[in-house]
């Protein structure tokens, strides 16, 4: 399984941009890499997800290098809320071109400073 | 929308004994996988259904097995309880075949004493 490789943890002080990097260097050419990110005592939520071309969304951007080996996570604005371990993980096909299981490492923890 | 829930929230078991964990994912999704998030741990991959078959499944020993519902719930049964088998069992659901957007429940705290 192709793995990820993230900063163990990171600090940020709140209302400042936050970049999460993450290699992943035996990504596949059709690997879709996820962000995911896990608040206390909750299951990990949704974040972002891409292929090769930068991505958008109300929570975050997503970074991708042109040669797909490393990303980054960008929250725009940090908040307290946003306090949580990410997860940079890649979906690998399984038989028959399904996608099939997430496979985490262990992840980014975020801290915010007020 | 109701989310991906999961029944009981805590569980408390005697070494040996079996536990049963329950998840209904969101309205619509096939798939359903199952996670164990051991204290201080990453989340380790144990199952995955879909259309009610297995079609994957984690490094973890045969007594950790499951089964999917024809209403695409699914149930996770520990057979023969260890003390390490303690941790945050967590459900996800998603539609089928995507591998996107992935929706996780709360999980079950699993204890084994």
């Known amino acids: 399984d192709a793995k990820t490789t993230q900063p163990n943890s990171m600090e940020s002080n709140e209302e400042e941009p936050v970049h999460l990097p993450c290699n992943h260097s035996?990504?596949?050419?059709?690997?879709?890499i996820h962000w995911y990110r896990q608040l206390p005592s909750q299951g990990p939520e949704y974040v972002i997800h891409?292929?090769?071309s930068n991505v958008n969304n109300r929570m975050a951007s997503l970074a991708i290098a042109e040669d797909r080996k490393s990303s980054t996570l960008i929250l725009h604005r940090a908040t307290l809320r946003d306090a949580a371990v990410y997860y940079c993980?890649?979906?690998?096909?399984?038989?028959?071109?399904?996608?099939?299981?997430?496979?985490f490492g262990t992840g980014t923890l975020l801290a915010v400073q007020p | 929308e109701a989310g991906v829930t999961q029944s009981p929230t805590h569980l408390i078991k005697t070494r040996g004994q079996q536990a049963t964990l329950r998840c209904s994912p969101i309205?619509?999704?096939?798939?359903v996988y199952w996670y164990q998030q051991a204290l201080g741990l990453g989340l380790q991959f144990l199952l995955w259904?879909?259309?009610?078959?297995?079609?994957n499944r984690g490094n973890f020993p045969p007594r950790f097995s499951g089964r999917q519902f024809p209403n695409y719930s699914s149930e996770l049964n520990v057979n023969a309880l260890e003390l390490e088998d303690s941790a945050l069992y967590l459900c996800?659901?998603?539609?089928?075949?995507?591998?996107?957007?992935?929706?996780f429940g709360s999980g079950t705290r699993l204890t084994v004493v």
């Open positions: 996800a659901s998603s539609l089928g075949f995507t591998g996107f957007g992935y929706t």
């Open positions: 035996t990504i596949s050419g059709t690997d879709y």
């Open positions: 891409g292929l090769t």
């Open positions: 993980i890649l979906s690998r096909r399984g038989g028959g071109g399904a996608t099939n299981k997430l496979i």
């Open positions: 309205s619509g999704h096939t798939s």
């Open positions: 259904y879909d259309e009610g078959e297995e079609r």
